[in-house]
C-alpha cells in the first residue's frame, strides 16, 4: 500500500496543534453518541470509522439547501454539488457511490430511521431537512456491511426532538443567482408529548443556464411517551421538486462557456419528484435486560424525466423513449431485539432483527417530441414506448454480539443474510419489441468482526474485518448494452471485502482520528456505454481502494474551533476490460484509476463560535483531480477554495435573533465540481461557481 509523504506531516502537525492548545483549557467536546445496529455508542468508543455533525453547525452561516454545504469535515466523504437538482448530490464514500451518475448509489442513507434507500440501492437525499435536523452521522468500514445490499458506507440523518414551551422560528436567506430559501419550524413538548414541525421552500435561477429550481419542503416528528415507559415516535415527510437539467459540458464547451447549457435548452431537460412517506418507530423495554424495537414505514415516489436523446436515436423498435415516468410505492418493517447478557463473568451484548422492505415500480417511457422526425417539436412527451411492472424485494435477517472479554478488549462480530428479489413484467409488446418480462434473485452472507484494544482512558486502537454487497439497481438493470429492449439481468451483484485498523485519541480536549483501509471488490459494476442520458451497465473484475482517513476536532474553553479532515485514497482497476463496443480504443487497462474519485482531500476549518455575540471563520476546501472516464483520457483538475462567514447570535428572554453573511470560493477559482462518470458524449464536466454570496436572517420565539 503506498503512503503520501503529506500523511505522516499531517500526523505531525495535528499532534502538535493538540499540544499546543492552552493547558489551563478543560476538554470542551460535549459528549454525544451514534447509532450502530447495536444501539446508541460514543464515537470513540466505536470499533470504527463513524463521525457526527450536529444540526447547528449544518445551518450556521449557510444557505441550508444541500447536506454538501456542511458535511466537508467528514474524512472519507466526498460530497460535491453538481450545481443540478435534477439529478441530486454527489456522494461517495472511500469511493463507493462515485460511478453514479444521478442520485446516491453505494451509499446507504437513512432519515430518522426509515430508509431514503429503496431496496434495490438507489437513494436519494432531496427529502432531507437541513433546518430541522439535530444531527447526521456517517458509518465507513467494514461494520456498514451490516446494513445490507448497497452499503459502502451508511449516512444517518435525524430530525431533532421537541423540547420545552413551543418554539416559532423563521429564517431567511439569499444568495447570489437568484438562490433564496424560507423555513419555518415549530416545536416544543408538552406532558408525555413531544413535537417538530417545520417547512421550508428553496428556489434558484441556477449558476448555469437552464439550472432553475424549486423544492419545498415539509417534515414532522412526534412523539409519545407512554405510561408503561415505552415511546412512540411518528414521522412523515413530503417533498415537491421542479428542476431543470443543464447536463454536463464538454471540455471545449467549459473552455469557451462554462455556464452555457445549449443542449439541455434545446431538449428542456428537466425533472419533476413528488414524495410522500411516514414511518413508526415503536421502543420498549421489556426488562432490565432486554428492549424491543419495532420501525414499520411506507411512501410513495413520482418521477417524471425529459432527457436530451436525438428523435432519431428513437426509431429503432427497442427504443424506450427519453421521457421516463416512474411511480414507485415502498413499504418496509424492521423488528429488532436488544440483549444484555454475561458470558464468563463478562459483559455480553446480543442483537437480533429482521429486515424487509419492498418496492413496487411503474415504469413508462415515451418519446420526447411530437410531429415528424423531420420538424420535430422537442422537450414534449410523446408517444408511448416503454410500459413495465417492476417488484424488488429484500429479506434480511442480522445478528451482532459484543463481549467486553476484558477491561481493555472489546470482541465485536456480527453476520447479516440479505437476500434481493428483482421481478418485471413487460406490458409493452409491439412488433419486434418482445416480452422482456424476468426474475433475478442475489444473495449473500455478510460478515463482519473487530476487536477493540483501550490502551488508556483517552486512546483506543481497532482492527476490523467485513465483507459487502452491491446489485445491480433498477436504473442500472434498465437497459443492455447490446441496445435491445429490456432489462439486463445479466449483471451480477459486485463483493467486497474490507479490512480497516485505526486509532482514535482524545488529546487536549479534541479528538484525532485516524484510520487505514483496503477494500478488495469482486466483479465491481462499471459503466459499459452512456450517451444521451441513458447509461448502461456491465461487470468488470476486480478492484482495490486503499486509503487513508485522518480527521482532528477541537474547542477550546474560550470558544475557538478547529477541524481538520484529510483523505488520501488509491482507487484502481486490478484486472483490464472493455466498454461497448469492444474496440482497440476502449480497452480499459489494468491499474487505471476508478473514475470519479480524488487521490486526495482535505478540509480545514477554523473559527470563533461563542453562543452569543460576533462569530466568524474561514473554510479550506481541496481536492487533487478526478478522472472522468474509465479509459483516464479525460480528467477534471485538482482545485482549492476559500471561504469565509461572519455572523452574530443575540438572546434575551424568549427570543433569539440571528445574522450572517458569507462568502464562497473567495479567490474566484473557475473549476470543476463534479464529473458525469462515463459520459459517452464527452459532456463529463459540471462547472462550479465563482465567487459567490449568501446573508441569513433568523429569529424564533419561545411562547
Not at 444541500?66 to 437538482?85: A, I, K, T, Y
Not at 414551551?165 to 447570489?176: D, E, H, I, T, V
Not at 415516489?301 to 436525438?310: D, E
Not at 481497532?462 to 429492449?485: A, I, M
Request: aromatic residues 8%.
Amino acid at each position: 500500500m503506498r503512503i503520501p509523504i503529506a500523511v505522516p506531516c499531517l500526523l505531525l502537525l495535528s499532534s502538535l496543534s493538540a499540544q499546543g492548545q492552552d493547558a489551563e483549557s478543560p476538554a470542551t467536546l460535549r459528549e454525544i453518541t451514534v447509532s450502530t445496529p447495536r444501539g446508541d455508542v460514543r464515537p470513540f468508543d466505536a470499533a470504527g470509522s463513524v463521525d457526527r455533525v450536529e444540526g447547528a453547525d449544518l445551518r450556521a452561516s449557510r444557505m441550508q439547501a444541500q447536506l454538501s454545504e456542511g458535511l466537508g469535515g467528514v474524512p472519507g466523504l466526498q460530497v460535491q454539488n453538481r450545481q443540478n437538482l435534477a439529478q441530486d448530490l454527489q456522494i461517495s464514500v472511500r469511493g463507493f457511490g462515485a460511478r453514479s451518475t444521478f442520485g446516491v448509489r453505494g451509499v446507504r442513507l437513512y432519515v430518522d430511521g426509515i430508509p431514503a434507500t429503496l431496496p434495490d440501492g438507489q437513494g436519494q437525499t432531496s427529502n432531507i431537512d437541513i433546518g430541522s435536523l439535530d444531527h447526521v452521522e456517517l458509518l465507513r468500514g467494514p461494520f456498514s456491511a451490516l446494513y445490507g445490499n448497497s452499503s459502502g458506507g451508511v449516512l444517518q440523518a435525524f430530525t431533532e426532538n421537541g423540547e420545552g414551551r413551543p418554539k416559532l422560528s423563521y429564517s431567511l436567506a439569499a444568495g447570489s443567482d437568484g438562490t433564496w430559501r424560507q423555513s419555518l419550524k415549530l416545536g416544543g413538548a408538552s406532558g408525555a408529548v413531544d413535537y417538530v414541525l417545520s417547512g421550508s421552500r428553496f428556489q434558484t435561477d441556477g449558476y448555469r443556464d437552464h439550472s432553475a429550481a424549486r423544492r419545498d419542503l415539509a417534515n414532522g416528528k412526534l412523539g409519545i411517551a407512554l405510561d408503561n415507559g415505552d415511546r412512540l415516535t411518528l414521522v412523515f415527510n413530503s417533498v415537491h421538486l421542479d428542476a431543470q437539467d443543464p447536463l454536463g459540458l464538454t471540455a471545449s464547451q467549459y473552455a469557451l462557456a462554462p455556464r452555457s447549457a445549449a443542449l439541455a435548452t434545446q431538449y428542456d431537460t428537466r425533472k419533476t419528484v413528488d414524495q410522500n412517506q411516514a414511518g413508526l418507530t415503536y421502543d420498549r423495554r421489556i426488562d432490565a435486560s432486554n428492549t424491543l424495537r419495532l420501525t414499520l414505514y411506507g411512501g410513495e415516489r413520482k418521477t417524471t424525466q425529459f432527457q436530451s436523446i436525438p428523435p432519431s436515436a428513437q426509431q429503432s423498435a427497442t427504443s424506450a423513449g427519453a421521457v421516463i415516468g416512474l411511480q414507485r410505492d415502498y413499504a418496509g418493517i424492521d423488528v429488532r431485539w436488544t440483549s444484555s447478557l454475561q458470558l464468563a463473568g463478562r459483559p455480553l451484548e446480543i442483537v437480533a432483527g429482521l429486515g424487509y422492505d419492498s418496492l413496487r415500480e411503474s415504469r413508462q417511457g415515451y418519446q420526447n417530441y411530437t410531429g415528424s422526425l423531420a420538424a420535430p417539436v422537442l422537450g414534449v412527451q410523446g408517444r408511448l414506448r416503454r410500459d413495465e411492472r417492476n417488484e424488488v424485494w429484500n429479506l434480511d435477517p442480522y445478528a451482532q454480539a459484543t463481549w467486553r472479554l476484558a477491561d481493555a478488549w472489546t470482541l465485536e462480530a456480527g453476520v447479516r443474510r440479505s437476500s434481493v428479489r428483482f421481478d418485471s413484467k413487460d406490458h409493452y409488446i409491439v412488433g419486434a419489441n418482445g416480452d422482456d418480462s424476468g426474475s433475478a434473485r442475489y444473495t449473500k452472507v455478510l460478515p463482519v468482526a473487530s476487536l477493540r484494544y483501550a490502551a488508556t482512558r483517552d486512546l483506543a486502537f481497532y482492527g476490523s474485518v467485513g465483507r459487502g454487497f452491491e446489485t445491480p439497481t433498477l436504473n442500472e438493470l434498465s437497459y443492455r448494452p447490446d441496445g435491445r429492449s429490456g432489462l439486463n439481468f445479466g449483471l451480477q451483484p459486485s463483493v467486497n471485502d474490507s479490512v480497516e485498523v485505526g486509532a482514535k485519541a482524545r488529546l487536549a480536549g479534541g479528538l484525532l482520528t485516524a484510520a487505514l483501509f483496503q477494500t478488495r471488490t469482486q466483479d465491481e459494476i462499471v459503466t459499459a456505454t452512456n450517451s444521451g442520458g441513458r447509461t448502461t451497465y456491465q461487470n468488470a473484475g476486480r478492484t482495490r481502494r486503499d486509503g487513508l482517513e485522518i480527521g482532528w476536532q477541537h474547542e477550546s474553553a474560550n470558544h475557538w474551533r478547529t477541524e481538520l479532515a484529510y483523505t488520501w485514497l488509491d482507487a484502481r482497476y486490478r484486472d483490464g476490460f472493455c466498454a461497448v463496443p469492444c474496440t482497440a480504443g476502449a480497452a480499459v487497462p489494468a491499474d487505471n484509476r476508478i473514475p470519479g474519485i480524488a487521490q486526495n482531500a482535505l478540509f480545514l476549518a477554523y473559527g470563533w463560535v461563542p453562543p452569543q455575540g460576533w462569530r466568524a471563520g474561514a473554510e479550506l476546501r481541496a481536492l487533487s483531480r478526478i478522472q472522468a472516464n474509465d479509459l483516464n483520457t479525460a480528467q477534471a483538475p485538482g482545485y482549492a477554495v476559500v471561504a469565509l462567514h461572519a455572523g452574530y447570535v443575540k438572546r434575551w428572554e424568549g427570543w433569539e435573533l440571528n445574522a450572517f453573511a458569507r462568502v464562497d470560493n473567495l479567490f474566484d477559482r473557475r473549476y470543476i465540481g463534479s464529473v458525469i462518470v462515463n459520459e459517452g458524449n464527452q459532456r463529463y464536466y459540471e462547472p462550479a461557481p465563482g465567487r459567490n454570496w449568501t446573508v441569513g436572517l433568523g429569529g424564533s420565539y419561545r411562547f
